[in-house]
C-alpha cells in the first residue's frame, strides 16, 4: 500500500494510517483489511482492477475466496453511504472487477509500481503449477468429466499438466503434456519409456519437471531439485498402496479410512523402510479412531501413544521427511486435546508447542503439503498455547493467526477438503458469516460424494442460520453417504431435541450409541447425559429419578463439555429437589478450588461455574454468592465485549441474573434471540436452558424471559413441522425407518 499520509476521496477524508475516514464531524474506523483495499482503489480510481489482481496484492501473495473480496466491498459500500445498487461508489464491473467512481485527490502511485505488480502476479500464475501436483487437487477431478478451463479457474492456475501410465508387463509408459488453459494450446509434450520400478518412475517425474520448467522459463531451486529426485520406496506396489491410502484419507468415511489403514499396512508390509506409509498408517489410525467412535481396528495401536510411535518409526527411517513430521504433530495434537480434560494448562501448553514445532518443520521440508496447514492452523487454535487465557487467545484470533495458516493452505491446495473445513467456522476462522457459508458450500461443490461437506453445511444451517429444520435434511444426507459415523446421528439427535421432538431425538442418540465403540468412555458418557438431559426435559423422567440415568461421578476430565452438562443437570436436580448441599458437594468435586479459600482456576469464560453463585443463594450465603459475581461478571463483561460470539452472549446474560442484574441479562439475552440465535457450537440444548438451567432461576418467571422463550418455542414448532414435510417427501427418515436402522446394525 503505497500511500501513508491522508488524502480525499469524495468529501471523505481517509487516514490510513489510523485505519480511519473521517466527514465533517463523522469518524468511522475501518478494519485494516478494508482500508487496504480503499486505498488500493484509489490508487487507481478509475480503473477496472480484476478481482484476482486485488486477492493477490491485497493478501500478500495468499489466496483468499471471492467472498472474502465479496464482504470487504460490501463493507465498503455500506460505510461509504452507497445508494441504489451498491454502484454509486464502487462499481461491479461483470466478469472483470472493481472500480472506484468518486474523485480522488493527494494521492498517486508509479506506473512502475503497477508493471511490478503485474510482472508478479504473471510470475506467481505461471510458476504455481509445479507445486499443485499435490494429490489433493487431482483427487478432486477423479471420475468427472471436466474441460481443461474449469479445471483451471477450480485451481486457480495457468497451466495444467495432463498425462497418463500405461503399464505393460515390466514395461511401463509415461506420457505427458503441458496446456496452457487460456486457449487450450498444448505448449509441450513428451512420452517415456521405461523399465517398472519405483526409480525410473521418480526419474521420469524429475525429467517432466525440468523439461516443463525449460519451457516457461523458470529455475528449480535445489531444494526442488532434491525432492524431485527422492525415491520414497524402491517397492512399486508398496507406492501404489501407499498412495490409495492416501487417496482414502480426503473425505473422512469411515469405510474408506478402514481401507487406508489397510492400505498403509499393506505398503509397510511391502516395505517395511517406506518412511511415507508409516506416516500415512499413523494419519489413517487417527482419523479412523476418530470417526468411527473409537471403533477399534486390529491393524492400529490401541493408544495414542502407539501412533505417535509410527510417526516417530517414520522419522526413524527419514528424519527428512515432511509428511512424518506432519503426521508427529497431528499425534501430538491429539494427545494435547485429550490433556484438555484432565491437565493443568502448562502441560497442554507444552505439549502444544511441541505439536506446532513439528509443523513448522514439516512444511519448512515441504511447504506444498495442505494437510500440514490443516494441522499446524489447528493446533494454534487451542487457547492452551497463549499466556493470560483467554485474553492472549482473543489476541491472537483478533490478528488471524490461525486464518493466514489456512489462507496459505489453500493457496497451496484450493481444493483441499480440510481447509475449507477449516474455514467455515464462523467466527472462529473467518470475519463473516457469508464467508463462512461459501466455504461449506465449496465444500459440497467440491466433493459431493463426501460426507464432510454437507454435515458442514448442516451445522451452519443451525450455528449461523439459525435453521435446525435445513440443519437437519443436509446432516441426514452426510449420514446416507456414511452410515457409520456416530457424529451425525448425534447432532441429528440434538437437533430433533431443540424442535420438540424427543422420540426422534432419543432414537437417533440411541443409533450414535450403538454406532459408538462400548469402550470408548468418554463418548459413551457424552451420549448417556444427553439422552438425560432430553428425558427431563421431555417430561419421560421425573427430576428425582434423573440421577440413575446419569453415568458414575467419575467424571474427573473437567472442564469438558460432558462434565459441564452432567454437572448442570445435576445442579438443577439437587436444588429442584430440595438438596442445596448435594449441590455444593457437587460444586466441590467439579470445580474444588473455587468452593472455600482455594485458589481459584482460570477457565475461558467466568473463573468459577455461575451455578456456584445459585447454589450458595439458595443456602443463604449471600457474601459468598455476591464475591464469586463480583469477581465473574467483570470477566464475562470483557470477553463479551472483545470476543462478541453468541455463546459467550448466552453465559454473560447467565452470569448477569445470577447477580440479580435482571434486566441487563434480559438485554443480552433479547439481542442474541433476536439475532437469530436458535443454538450455537456450545449451547445446543435450548429445551434445559429454557426450562431448567439455574443460571436464569431468578428471571425464569420475568415476563420478558417468557416471551424470549415463547418466540423460541413458536419457532421451533415451525421448523419441526417443516421437517414432517421433510419425512412425507422421503428426504429425511421417519421414526419407524430409523429404528428399523437401528434394529439393523
Known amino acids: 500500500m503505497a500511500a501513508n ?10 487516514e490510513p494510517d489510523l485505519d480511519r475516514i ?22 487507481r480510481q478509475g480503473e477496472v482492477v480484476p478481482s484476482e489482481t486485488l486477492m493477490h496484492d491485497l493478501w500478500s501473495g495468499k489466496i483468499v475466496s471471492d467472498a472474502t473480496l465479496y464482504n470487504c466491498v460490501a463493507e465498503l459500500r455500506h460505510v461509504l453511504s452507497d445508494d441504489g445498487d451498491g454502484q454509486s461508489v464502487i462499481q461491479t464491473v461483470p466478469k472483470k472487477g472493481y472500480r472506484l467512481r468518486l474523485p480522488v485527490s493527494g494521492i498517486g502511485v508509479s506506473e512502475q509500481g503497477r508493471l511490478e505488480s503485474s510482472r508478479g502476479e504473471a510470475s506467481r500464475r505461471s510458476r504455481r503449477w509445479i507445486w499443485r501436483s499435490a494429490r489433493h487437487s487431482s483427487f478432486s477431478f477423479k471420475g468427472k468429466d471436466v474441460d481443461i478451463a474449469t479445471m483451471a479457474e477450480e485451481m486457480n492456475v495457468r497451466h495444467i499438466l495432463e498425462g497418463s501410465v500405461r503399464r505393460d508387463g515390466n514395461r511401463v509408459r509415461v506420457t505427458a503434456q503441458l496446456i496452457d488453459a487460456k486457449d487450450s494450446s498444448q505448449l509441450w509434450s513428451e512420452s517415456y519409456d521405461r523399465d517398472y520400478s519405483a526409480a ?16 516457461l522459463r523458470m529455475t528449480l531451486t535445489g531444494e526442488d531439485e532434491e525432492r524431485l529426485a527422492r525415491v520414497p520406496t524402491a517397492n512399486t506396489e508398496a507406492y501404489a498402496a501407499y498412495l490409495l491410502g492416501r487417496e482414502r484419507l480426503e473425505h473422512h468415511k469411515v469405510e474408506d479410512l478402514a481401507d487406508a489403514v489397510e492400505h498403509f499396512s499393506q505398503a509397510i508390509e511391502l516395505d517395511p523402510q517406506f518412511a511415507g506409509a508409516y506416516a500415512g498408517f499413523a494419519d489413517a489410525c487417527g482419523l479412523y479412531a476418530s470417526y468411527s467412535g473409537g471403533q477399534s481396528n486390529e491393524l492400529c495401536p490401541s493408544s495414542l501413544a502407539g501412533r505417535e510411535q509410527l510417526a516417530r518409526k517414520a522419522l526413524e527411517l527419514d528424519h527428512e521427511s515432511a509428511e512424518a513430521w ?49 494441522g499446524y492452523g489447528y493446533s494454534l487454535m487451542w487457547i492452551h498455547v497463549y499466556p493470560d487465557p483467554p485474553f492472549g487467545w482473543i489476541k491472537a484470533w483478533q490478528a488471524g493467526r490461525w486464518e493466514a495458516v489456512f489462507d496459505k493452505g489453500l493457496e497451496v491446495d484450493p481444493l483441499s477438503i480440510s481447509l475449507h473445513e477449516d474455514k467455515s467456522w464462523y467466527p472462529i476462522t ?27 453445511v448442516g451445522r451452519q444451517e443451525w450455528e449461523i442460520n439459525g435453521r435446525i429444520d435445513e440443519s437437519i435434511r443436509w446432516m441426514a444426507k452426510a449420514m446416507e453417504i456414511d452410515p457409520r459415523t456416530p457424529g451425525y446421528p448425534r447432532f441429528i439427535g440434538l437437533a430433533y431435541a431443540a424442535l420438540g421432538d424427543f422420540n426422534m431425538a432419543l432414537a ?3 443409533l450414535a450409541k450403538v454406532l459408538t465403540a462400548p469402550d470408548n468412555q ?72 473455587c468452593v472455600g479459600a482455594k485458589e481459584v482456576r482460570t477457565m475461558f469464560g467466568n473463573p468459577c461455574p455461575d451455578e456456584l453463585v445459585r447454589v450458595y443463594q439458595v443456602l443463604g450465603d449471600y457474601k459468598t454468592a455476591r464475591a464469586l459475581s463480583d469477581a465473574g461478571v467483570p470477566r464475562y463483561q470483557l470477553i463479551a465485549e472483545e470476543y462478541p460470539v453468541t455463546w459467550v452472549q448466552v453465559d454473560f446474560s447467565g452470569a448477569l441474573a445470577t447477580a440479580g442484574r435482571t434486566d441487563a441479562a434480559l438485554d443480552v439475552l433479547e439481542k442474541v434471540v433476536s439475532s437469530g440465535w436458535r443454538g450455537d457450537r456450545y449451547k445446543k440444548r435450548l429445551g434445559f436452558i429454557f426450562c431448567c438451567d439455574v443460571r436464569f432461576d431468578a428471571v425464569r418467571d420475568h415476563e420478558r424471559f417468557r416471551a424470549i422463550a415463547a418466540t423460541i418455542e413458536a419457532d421451533m414448532a415451525q421448523q419441526l413441522e417443516n421437517v414432517r414435510e421433510m419425512q412425507r417427501q422421503g428426504e429425511v427418515p421417519t421414526l419407524e425407518e430409523l429404528n428399523a436402522q437401528i434394529a439393523s446394525q
Open 5 to 14: 499520509g491522508p488524502f480525499s476521496v469524495g468529501d471523505w477524508t481517509v
Open 22 to 43: 473521517s466527514r465533517g464531524e463523522e469518524r468511522i474506523h475501518l478494519r485494516p483489511q478494508v482500508m487496504r483495499l480503499f486505498v488500493y482503489l484509489s490508487e
Open 200 to 215: 525410473n518412475l521418480i526419474e521420469v517425474q524429475s525429467e517432466i519437471a525440468r523439461a516443463i520448467t525449460g519451457r
Open 326 to 374: 506432519i503426521s508427529l504433530g497431528a499425534s501430538i495434537t491429539e494427545q494435547a486435546a485429550r490433556l484438555h480434560e484432565t491437565e493443568t494448562q502448562s502441560r497442554i501448553h507444552d505439549k502444544l508447542h511441541e505439536a506446532i514445532a513439528a509443523f513448522e518443520r514439516g512444511l519448512e521440508l515441504n511447504p506444498t503439503l495442505s494437510e500440514g496447514y490443516h
Open 430 to 456: 473467518v470475519s463473516s458469516k457469508e464467508e463462512a457459508k461459501w466455504h461449506g458450500h465449496r465444500m459440497v461443490e467440491i466433493a459431493p460424494r463426501s460426507p464432510r461437506g454437507y454435515g458442514t
Open 508 to 510: 437417533y442418540l440411541d
Open 522 to 593: 468418554p463418548a459413551q458418557e457424552r451420549l448417556l447425559v444427553e439422552q438425560a438431559v432430553v428425558r427431563l426435559v421431555s417430561g419421560k423422567t421425573e427430576v428425582h429419578q434423573a440421577p440413575e440415568l446419569l453415568p458414575p461421578a467419575s467424571l474427573a476430565r473437567r472442564p469438558n463439555s460432558t462434565a459441564w452438562q452432567r454437572m448442570r443437570l445435576g445442579v438443577f436436580v439437587d436444588l429442584a429437589t430440595a438438596s442445596p448441599g448435594n449441590a455444593l458437594a457437587r460444586m466441590e468435586e467439579f470445580s474444588p478450588e
